[in-house]
């Protein structure tokens, strides 16, 4: 039986960074890296092959949507009966996803339609194809985000899709309990990826006061092993999700509207 590890975005940010952490672990004989930016894929294969034992196999894919789900099916189907063997998932890290600056009305509608696809539909079918392929000694991890804790203007569909992602998991780690696999939720704040840069479509091409996506990274996956169903790693990240619990979310969605505005280039 083979044992791999799944990354979705992986081309670039947390999702290297996982493939790169994941690898020092030495947990799974592969780990496939899925995102559709080709070249990137290549470039951290090579890197990451020439500093671990462990085998990497890009697969350059859009997972978004139903038909996304379809190919990554059809991906674990046809390399099952390629290998001759069943394949064991050892690790599945859902990162695939994106967000975007400003308010519902002002942002393309298209694009926020795009965003729930991708954060919450892919990342559920996902969920469904993999875990018939794990067992007690699987991990899942969902990168949901600290924006899942409450409403927030000027983010209101990406947050409503990280509410989406934490609840689910959370639920999905209470039905999988059973079964003995290791489900958790990735609720980071900022953090130093190109997130911003495509968030705003260009306009801010740095996440403001963002954390290392190595250590973001390393917490996670030191919590996911110790049965942890969520990881939030800074101490400002875990009071503002303790104050979310005692603040209306009407009033927390108002004052970030009024007050944390982000800056976006206008989207056709």
């Known amino acids: 039986m083979s044992s791999i590890s799944i990354v979705t975005g992986a081309s670039a940010g947390m999702g290297a960074e996982f493939v790169r952490q994941i690898a020092q672990l030495g947990i799974s004989d592969e780990i496939w890296i899925i995102a559709r930016r080709t070249e990137r894929l290549k470039a951290l294969t090579a890197e990451v092959m020439a500093q671990s034992r462990c085998i990497v196999r890009p697969f350059s894919m859009d997972i978004t949507g139903t038909e996304g789900i379809d190919r990554f099916s059809k991906l674990l189907k ?3 009966e390629e290998a001759g063997t069943p394949l064991h998932i050892r690790m599945l890290v859902n990162n695939a996803g994106f967000g ?5 009305l002002q942002t393309n509608l298209h694009r926020q339609l795009e965003m729930i696809e991708l954060n919450c539909v892919s990342l559920t079918g996902i969920c469904g194809i993999a875990i018939p392929y794990m067992d007690r000694t699987s991990i899942l991890i969902n990168v949901a985000s600290l924006a899942a804790v ?7 569909v990406y947050a409503a899709t990280k509410a989406y992602v934490r609840s689910f998991t959370l639920a999905l780690a209470a039905e999988t309990a059973d079964m003995g696999i290791k489900v958790c939720a990735l609720c980071p704040g900022s953090v130093s990826t190109e997130f911003a840069d495509i968030a705003s479509n260009g306009a801010r091409k740095t996440v403001l006061h963002g954390k290392s996506p190595e250590k973001v990274v390393a917490h996670c996956l030191r919590k996911a092993l110790a049965g942890k169903h969520i990881a939030i790693m800074a101490p400002k990240w875990k009071f503002n999700a303790l104050i979310s619990r005692f603040v209306s979310h009407y009033f927390g969605a108002r004052m970030t509207y009024k007050y944390a505005k982000r800056p976006s280039n206008p989207t056709t």
């Open 150 to 156: 409450m409403p927030l203007g000027n983010f209101a």
């Open 78 to 80: 046809s390399q099952e």
């Open 100 to 104: 975007t600056y400003g308010t519902f």
